[in-house]
Structure formats: structure tokens, C-alpha cells
């Protein structure tokens, strides 16, 4: 099984999950730079339920497009749990999205990346359904980690190298 | 050379134009979901010149993140000049890019892509250096042809095919 069937697997259970509630997702990405709702949209008939993204690479669009405070990025770094939040939390503020995920991270070697997910309760985002983690490894494997959810899985690997 | 070649090339070669200006670039997609932000994020160093980007894939998500008028979509469709225009204005009035590009398209058999380059003049974004074009294409020709650029090229190939 390739890499890319396991995405596609993933992204199709994903779908399945999301479907038969009703339910929207959408994706703030900061490292994996747009690969998450890639993903999300190479799957035929996402329009039903992933509503969109924002991909805040700088620090300056994770403030003007998810309402990051940029002191929360002073105190705790881009790549901490916080920052996380605060992305998965301005995103549910301004989309009718049900459910969101946030990556962020650096690439690279010495670079790592924490994902949060983060449910809607009522009309506002409370419920973390996951701990948000920390991991480090390159970029492509952030970005698979990512895609396939395996980011926020208890056991990751490090997986420095060149990028 | 392989299609990823052509695309690393193309990105290469944005890099090498922006970088000097100290310009940033920022995306806003509908269509292509992420993949013209994920091609800029794969070549190293693109925080020098990528701000950030938009993936609206929803019309919802177009008003919610990008503040498109919703009677604009009504009017002129969610894959016209007239919405693709306003995705990129209103990106460029809510990042500090000097430069952004908005995809809003369709995919499958029977659906198409716009693809709209705009630039910030001053503090206000105002010149369309690239008109908007109409294009007929499936899925993966849109997201090849709009991380390479070639969405806007004149002689656009209608690619009609199964999703």
C-alpha cells in the first residue's frame, strides 16, 4: 500500500465520518502549506462536507486571516500548542464549519509541527477532541503525518533530515 | 521532464522574481484546494516570498475568509471573473502581500476554472496584471495548470475527462 493510497483511505474515512452528520471541516495549515486540504479536496464530492482553509505561513497571516493575537506568538512561539489552538479557534470563529483542524510548524531539520483538532459546541469552538503534540520531522513527513492524521497519533516518530 | 519538474521549475522561478522585490505572494483558491499553495510551500525558503493563503472552497467560505459578496455570486456564478477578482481583492486587503492569485473553478467533466492575478498598488489593490480566463478542465488539469501558471495562457486545451 502506497503512501497515497493511505492518504486516500484516510481521507475517504474522513468523508465517510463527516457525511451522515452533516458535519463541516475545515483547515488552518502553517507548515504543511495547503497539503491537509489538498488532501481533503482530491477526494470527488468534498464540497459536502470541507468547507475550506486558510494556510497562515507567516506569522502576520496567522494574525490577519485567523485573528491570532501576535503577542500569544511572542509568548509561546508559532509552533507551540497555543498557537495551535488559537489557529483552530479563529478559524471556527469565522467559518460555519463544525470541526477544524490547525498544523503548525517549521520544516526542515531541528523543525517539528503540533496539530490540534478542535470541535464546534453550539455555536462556539470549545471541545478539543485531541490533545494537541508535538512531534519533529521533516517536512515531507509532516506533511504525511498531517494528511493522514497520524500527527496527533501517541507514537511518532522523529524523523530529522535534510529538506 | 516530468509534470513535479515542470511545477519545482515554475516555483523556482516565481521565487527568483519576488525575492529580490522583497514582494510576498499570497493564494486564494477554490477549485485547486490548497495545491498552488502547497507548490509554493515546497521549495525551501518560501517564507521569504509566501504570506499565506485562502483555500474557499465553499461559497460560504468565500464571504466567511475572503469577504466576497454573496449577491456577487449569485450574480456572476462562484467560477467567474467577477468572484475570482473579488477573492484576490479581498485577500490583498487582508494580508500584507504584494501580490496575490485567485482559482476558483469547478472540477470534473463540465466544470472549469478562473484563474485571477492581481497586484497591491500602494495600500490598495488596484492592478490586474494578468486578465482573467475561462478554461475547461478536469481536476488534476486544473491544479497542473494553475501551479504552473498555465491557466492563464492563452491557448488553454480543453482537458474533459472523468473526475
Known amino acids: 500500500v502506497s503512501e497515497s493510497d493511505d492518504v486516500r483511505d ?27 486540504a489538498a488532501a ?19 506569522n502576520a497571516a496567522k494574525s490577519e486571516l485567523l485573528g491570532v493575537a501576535p503577542a500569544l506568538i511572542d509568548r509561546h512561539g508559532a509552533v507551540s500548542a497555543e498557537v495551535a489552538r488559537a489557529m483552530a ?25 503540533i496539530a490540534s483538532r478542535w470541535a464546534r459546541s453550539g455555536s462556539r469552538p470549545l471541545r478539543d477532541p485531541a490533545r494537541a503534540r508535538r512531534h519533529c520531522c521533516k517536512r515531507a513527513a509532516i506533511a504525511r503525518q498531517s494528511a493522514t492524521g497520524r500527527s496527533s497519533a501517541p507514537s511518532s516518530r522523529c524523523l530529522h533530515g535534510s529538506r
Do not use: H, K, N, Q
Open 40 to 58: 481533503c479536496t482530491s477526494l470527488a464530492g468534498s464540497s459536502d462536507w470541507f468547507e475550506g482553509g486558510v494556510v497562515s505561513y507567516s
Open 89 to 113: 479557534e479563529g478559524l471556527l470563529a469565522r467559518v460555519p464549519a463544525s470541526f477544524a483542524v490547525a498544523v503548525t510548524g517549521i520544516a526542515g531539520p531541528g523543525g517539528g509541527s
Open 10 to 36: 484516510l481521507v475517504a474515512r474522513l468523508a465517510d465520518a463527516l457525511r451522515p452528520r452533516r458535519a463541516m471541516l475545515a483547515t488552518a495549515e502553517s507548515c504543511t502549506g495547503g497539503l491537509v
